[in-house]
């Protein structure tokens, strides 16, 4: 079973940066696509961010295109979400999952298989 453990949250100011870090404890075929999901209090999840871990093919919501980055090291078995310019809105619990769907349904949460805990991330003066 493929687990995944995120780090990294916490309060930060408007105009602050955090990085998340999501560790994976194996990659397998099943597993192909990383992905970073957010759940804001009272919302439905919403996509953040994806990428294979191999090639350079990444994909943003327009929310967070220009702010933030997602990157891995395959070595580490670790997947990264850079975020910068954060603002009030982006105050949510971020998850990230591993799966493989077909990258055009890369968005869509029920095509990831396995799940991390989640970490809270507020932005708030």
């Known amino acids: 079973q493929v687990q995944l453990v995120e780090s990294g949250g916490g309060l930060v100011q408007p105009g602050g940066s955090l990085r998340l870090s999501c560790i994976v404890s194996?990659?397998?075929?099943?597993?192909?696509?990383m992905a970073w999901f957010r759940q804001a209090p009272g919302k439905e999840w919403e996509f953040v961010a994806a990428?294979?871990?191999?090639?350079?093919?990444?994909s943003y919501a327009d929310s967070v295109k220009g702010r933030f980055a997602i990157s891995r090291v395959n070595a580490d078995n670790t997947v990264f979400l850079e975020m910068n310019s954060l603002k009030p809105e982006d105050t949510a619990v971020y998850s990230c999952?591993?799966?493989?769907?077909?990258?055009?349904?890369?968005?869509?949460?029920?095509?990831?298989?396995?799940w991390g805990q989640g970490t809270q991330v507020t932005v708030s003066s």
């Open positions: 999952a591993a799966g493989q769907p077909n990258w055009g349904s890369r968005g869509r949460r029920e095509m990831y298989r396995y």
């Open positions: 194996e990659r397998t075929t099943d597993a192909r696509i």
């Open positions: 990428m294979y871990w191999h090639g350079t093919t990444t």
